[in-house]
């Protein structure tokens, strides 16, 4: 129209309100130049995921081991004198392990987890009776079904990466989740010390089962820390070790068990870096605005 003042020109404003002689909405020819794509997308390699999905089939084979523990001590081909033994190994070897791998351990330190494994002891011998009677009353099958449902929310909850798991002397801040794995793991274990014929068989599989579930990952994680190479020739012992005691007991187990682990292992990277391609993300001026403060001493 003639004589009608030129429209001023669009600027972008944040929280102006809007512009005369503009829409609310209008954008101009720039407004998609500032688009970014995949900028945060990181790309993953098949064999690095595959080499971190070490630490879940790992753990996994943990968690069959002391099942398989459980399961002879059980059927009597066990016994409490084999337990006892086999606790005082495991206990030797985790602290050789902690020697070799951790520098930070010293002498006050070494002595202080000494102390407090001792006292750990003493309360668990002087408790055995009561884990002995405690579910006295409670048929069982109700004890395995809760057995089986615990140690499942055990796997699911557990922290694999190990990220709350300090070195010694660190302080240490477990997740709601991790705790509550824990927790699930020794109401586990209590569970099937309670079915067992004596005291001693219940002192002997609960220190080897608490051993396990709390040690034992940070024995596994000061491994990992120190040579991954020696985590994962340990990570493959482990796992021919596990599937071989699982041979004897159940073969369709077994099968099931290394499928598992295969799934674990190799498919699920697999499918990671799969649906990596399908990953689209896009960033631009119309996204939320992120502060950025730095920091000078």
């Not at 099942?67 to 985790?94: P, Q």
């Not at 009561?130 to 140690?151: E, K, M, P």
């Not at 079915?195 to 000061?222: E, N, T, Y």
């Amino acid at each position: 129209m003639e004589g009608s003042p030129p429209r001023p020109r669009w600027r972008k404003v944040a929280y102006g309100g809007m512009q005369p002689g503009y829409d609310d909405n209008y954008t101009d020819e720039s407004f998609l130049e500032a688009m970014v794509m995949n900028s945060n997308v990181v790309k993953r390699d098949l064999l690095k995921v595959m080499r971190d999905s070490v630490s879940i089939s790992q753990y996994l084979c943990v968690v069959a081991l002391v099942v398989c523990v459980w399961t002879y001590t059980l059927g009597s081909i066990i016994d409490e004198k084999l337990l006892l033994s086999l606790d005082a190994v495991l206990l030797g070897l985790g602290f050789l392990v902690l020697l070799l791998t951790e520098r930070r351990l010293s002498l006050p330190l070494l002595s202080k987890y000494f102390l407090n494994i001792g006292f750990f002891i003493c309360g668990l011998y002087v408790l055995a009776p009561l884990f002995h009677t405690l579910t006295r009353s409670i048929s069982s099958d109700s004890i395995w079904a809760l057995t089986v449902s615990l140690l499942i929310v055990h796997l699911f909850l557990h922290d694999y990466s190990g990220s709350i798991i300090r070195p010694p002397g660190a302080p240490n801040n477990p997740t709601l989740t991790s705790n509550i794995s824990l927790n699930a793991s020794i109401v586990a274990s209590v569970l099937i010390a309670s079915r067992l014929p004596s005291r001693l068989h219940v002192f002997a599989i609960m220190l080897f089962s608490l051993q396990v579930f709390i040690f034992g990952p940070l024995v596994i994680h000061c491994l990992k820390q120190y040579s991954v190479k020696a985590h994962l020739w340990f990570s493959f012992t482990l796992t021919c070790s596990t599937l071989a005691i699982i041979f004897p007991i159940n073969r369709l187990v077994f099968v099931i068990f290394l499928g598992l682990l295969l799934f674990v292992t190799v498919v699920c990277p697999y499918w990671l870096i799969r649906m990596q391609e399908y990953k689209f993300e896009i960033e631009g001026p119309w996204d939320e605005a992120k502060l950025c403060f730095d920091i000078t001493e």
